[in-house]
């Protein structure tokens, strides 16, 4: 059903319902601005985090790599898409509030085993720099706005203490 004369059929034939769902109607206020990697292996840990942090209607951003291109991105070009996404989420949505991801085995890093042998504490230790990287371009980008940062790992979630800005 939509709300004018013509049926979406008439307006464009060469589409064709496959599903019937009613999705929610009403703008939303989202909790935060959600900038993660796309690897499915960590979905699952991802949703349960947010859902501890009362991050119950995330924008999620979610790309190779997560915060990986606002610290450390292959081409500047990352880093300015991903950061006009949380500007428009923060403009469409409202939100005050980013959560940065990084996550073991991360193909955009080359690799737990390829990149750091194995070594987990290696592997950590750089996300957590990695993260603190990110944290400071956004906060210098976006002042005001909250950015927490995370890692994921086989084990859990882990918060990473966000460095202060420059600024404050
Ligand atoms: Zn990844």
């Known amino acids: 059903m939509i709300g004018v004369g013509k049926s979406l059929r008439e307006m464009s034939p060469a589409m ?7 999705s929610p109607r009403e703008k939303y206020r989202c909790d935060a601005s959600v900038v993660s990697c796309f690897d499915d292996r960590f979905d699952a840990v991802c949703r349960k985090l947010l859902k501890r942090i009362g991050v119950v209607q995330p924008d999620a951003i979610r790309i190779a790599g997560g915060a ?8 500047e070009i990352h880093r300015a898409f991903v ?3 949380i500007r428009k989420s923060i403009r469409l949505h409202g939100s005050g ?14 690799g ?20 603190g990287r990110a944290s400071e371009f956004l906060r210098a980008a976006v002042p005001g706005l909250t950015v927490e940062c995370f ?3 086989f084990e859990g979630a882990w918060v990473v203490e966000s460095p202060p800005s420059r600024s404050a």
């Open 112 to 131: 737990l085993a390829a990149r750091f042998r194995g070594d987990a504490d290696a592997e950590a230790a750089h996300c957590r720099a990695e993260l």
């Open 16 to 22: 064709r319902k496959v599903l019937h769902f009613d």
């Open 151 to 153: 890692f994921l790992n």
């Open 83 to 85: 950061l006009e996404q």
């Open 68 to 75: 990986k291109a606002l610290a450390s991105p292959e081409e």
């Open 97 to 110: 509030r980013a959560v940065l991801m990084l996550h073991s085995d991360c193909g955009a890093y080359g």
